[in-house]
């Protein structure tokens, strides 16, 4: 039997089984695909962009020594045209400042522009797929150690004081010419290694930069902000200017978004307990997508339990245009645009999962108390035929079923990847 016809059939029976739940497999698929994903560039290059020839600093670190990384700005968005290949569904592309694409070298993330990222807004263009940003608060001469924004030395802190708003403002011209928001995501490293004393000093310092980078709202509709909170990073144990706590009530109290990020929370703590209690409170929110692994180690998007929980939250409270998501891992171990396919499948598929599964049968379980019928048909779930519906999904949207995409991988591996040295 040809694939596509065995895709049809499974495709024909599944629908079969969800009709009998209640549910409508073409409008789920519908539903899943419309959601845009942000797929971070970061992957494709261990985080090491193009602005600066320093190691990658801020506490975080890509482990691994697998051939291929992308070494220039035709390298890696030849790899992220490749990777836009091998997932359904509606994309973006998550840049960090650090990618610029400088028109004069003399420029420092301080006086970045539009201008500087021409080649990516171009590559976006072409793509067809809007652009989410990222200020660089780490890898580069002007970071105080892991400090920046909450920084004691005046010079360096003002100086990546103007980066956020540089940051701000480029995002704000992809906006414009894409027709499509641009999340600028805030992520800094601030913190110390040992036991911080004057813990306040370093939080009023990092509040009054924040709301000088935030001070002209103008933008914030197309360009919306959001600040990322840590647990710790590497050599940054013992504490955090920007925890949980600070970036909550910053976000709540300041009207920006606030981003929940999977790999930053205390090992027991989960993001899918947190979205409706964020959201109760601050209007939008940014999810990093990523799978923590005893420490935060960015290890590529399983569709493990967790990963569904997150899905399943944002679609059954009926979050999707209230939650931006976008993927943030970075393995240099495995082919990098394996990493790229599997995270963004798995994150597609829990979506798709979410939107499959009989939610208007679970909701009245729960409203008439009936506990058992709930636990039942949520394990139940489980092995409902999505694998099926993914299927039928990736061949009416011309991208590679499951057990078909990797050859394609190990094809560019070999024809374009191995020539890089
Ligand atoms: C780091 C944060 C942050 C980065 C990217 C590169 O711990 O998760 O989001 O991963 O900005
Ligand atoms: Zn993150």
Redesign the pocket.
Known sequence: MSLEKQIRQGYDYAREVYAGLGVDVDEAIRQADAVPLSL?C?QGDD?TGFDSTGDLT???AATGNYPGRARTPRELMEDIRLAYTLFPGRKKLNL?ASYAVRTDKNKDRDSYSLEDFTPWLDFAREQGVGMDF?P?Y?SHPMMDGDLSLSSPDDKKRRFWIEHGKRCREIARGFAEALGEKSVV?F?M?DGTKDTCVDTRAYRDRMTASLDEIFADRAGMELAPCAL?S?LF?MGVESFTVVSSEYSLGYAQSRKIMA?L?A??YHPTEAISAKITAVLAFIDRILL?V?RPVRW?S?HVVALDDETQRIMDEVVWNGCTDRVAIGL???DASINRLACWAIGMRNTRKALLSAFLAPAHALREAEAAGDFTRRLALLEERRTLPLGAVWNYYCLTRNVPADGQWLGKVIDYEKKVLARRG
Request: net charge negative.
């Open positions: 971070h970061w985080v801020g506490g975080i960090h990222n660089t780490f995501n992520w490293p990322e840590k990073g981003c990020d790999g930053h990093h990523s935060d960015d943030d891992f970075f």
